[in-house]
């Protein structure tokens, strides 16, 4: 039997993926590590996002673009010369928590 805050919560992640357009890959029992994510575009903005560190570039594009309101695909991540790719993860770019990336626009 599932606790009233398990179901919560699972209700909870398919709200935020049916928002964000992406499909669940969470499950309480396989819960991978929270990290948070500082992105600053140089021009005032700085976002903190928290995310999984087995979520994907595009994922965190997509959480980044639902507090800015921009879209996710005009959105390019960076470190120094680094450009991320949308396919690999957070946890594979090494970028662990409270890491900073650069924000750019295209």
Do not use: P
Request: glycine share 6%.
């Amino acid at each position: 039997m599932r606790s009233r805050q398990t179901v919560v919560v699972e209700k909870w992640i398919r709200t935020v993926s049916h928002i964000l357009g992406t499909t669940t890959r969470y499950t309480l029992k396989n819960r991978s590590k929270m990290i948070e994510v500082v992105c600053n575009d140089r021009l005032g903005k700085k976002v903190r996002v928290k995310c999984n560190s087995e979520d994907t570039i595009g994922d965190l594009k997509k959480l980044i673009a639902a507090q800015t309101g921009t879209r996710w695909d005009k959105i390019v991540l960076k470190k120094w010369y680094t450009i991320f790719k949308d396919h690999v993860s957070l946890g594979d770019y090494e970028i662990h928590d409270g890491q900073n990336l650069e924000l750019y626009y295209q």
